[in-house]
C-alpha cells in the first residue's frame, strides 16, 4: 500500500466513475436488447439519453445495475462499514420495492437471502451472468487501495448473487482496474490488466472483437474494452459501447466507470448529465464523498 496518489484527484476521479457509470445506464437502456442493424435502422447512431427502450424508460431513469451499486453504498453508510448481511437486506428491500428490471440470477440470489437467509450462494458453472460486474464501483472505492481489502469486498457481493469462476474473475478485474484509474494511470496499463485476465481465462478475448455482448460476462467484459481502449474521449467510447446492443444498458453502465474515472466528470458530456435526476446525482456524490472517506486511502493521515 505504499502508493503515491493525490486525495483529491481520487475524490474527482470516482465522482466521474459514479457518474459515467449513471450515464453510460441510461444511455444503453434505451437500445438493451436490440441488434446492431436494429439501432441503426431505428436511430442512425444512439447518442441521446432518451429514455424508452423495453423498459419504456424515463428519460435519464437508470436501471437495476446503477440502482443495486446504490444498495451496496447504502448498506455502508447504514453499517458505518462493510457487512455482507446489510448489502443483502438493501437488494432484499430494492427487490420488494418493485423495481425496473432484475436479472434473473440477481432475483435468485435475493430471494435465497430472503428465504434462508443465504450470504453466498453455491457455485454454479451456469450463473456466468455479468450481473456482479456491474456492481464492483462501490467495493473498488472502498477499499482502495488495499489490493486484498479488495478482493475480499469484490467477492463476498458478488457471490450473494453470483457464484462462478468468470465472473470471479470478471469482479476482481475490474476491480483492480478502477484501482489504477484512481491512481492516474495510463490506458496502456490498464490494457495490460485486461490482457492478464484474457491469459487467464481466454473467453474475455477482446481482440479481434468478436462482437457479441450479451449478458455473458465474458461477452460484456469484451465489448466494454474493446471500446474502452478504442475509444479517444468518454462520448466516443460510450457511444461505441452501447451501440452494439445487447446488453446495453450494462456495458453502458461498466464501461461508464471505467471511462469516467479515467477521463474525470468533466470529461461527461453536459448534455447527458443534465439528464439525470438531481436527485440521482445528488447521491451519487455523496456516495463517492462517503466511500472514499471510509476507505484505507481516506483514513491516511493529511500531509
Known sequence: MNLQFDLEEVRQRARGAFLGMAVGDALGATVEFMTVPEISARYGVHREIIGG???????????????????????????????????????????????????????????????????????????????????????????FPDGELLKKYALEQARLTHHQELSDAACLC???????????????????????LVARHHQFGFEPYRRLSSAYVADTLATVFHYFFKGRDFEHCLTGVVNQGGDADTTGAICGMLAGGYYGSEGIPRHWLKKLDRRLVAELERATEGLIAASPAGRLPGP
Open 174 to 196: 475490474i476491480g483492480a482496474m478502477l484501482h489504477l484509474i484512481l491512481q492516474g494511470v495510463s490506458k496502456n496499463r490498464l490494457r495490460r490488466e485486461a490482457e492478464a
Open 53 to 143: 427502450g423495453w423498459l419504456r424508460l424515463k428519460a435519464g431513469q437508470v436501471t437495476d445495475d446503477t440502482e443495486m451499486a446504490l444498495c451496496i453504498v447504502r448498506a455502508v453508510a447504514t453499517s458505518q462499514g462493510w457487512s455482507r448481511e446489510a448489502i443483502a437486506r438493501e437488494f432484499a428491500a430494492w427487490l420488494k420495492s418493485r423495481p425496473v428490471d432484475c436479472g434473473d440470477t440477481c432475483r435468485k440470489g435475493i430471494r435465497a437471502f430472503m428465504l434462508h437467509g443465504t450470504l453466498e450462494v453455491p457455485y454454479n458453472h451456469w450463473d456466468g451472468g455479468n450481473g456482479a460486474a456491474m456492481r464492483m464501483l462501490p467495493p473498488a472505492l472502498l477499499s
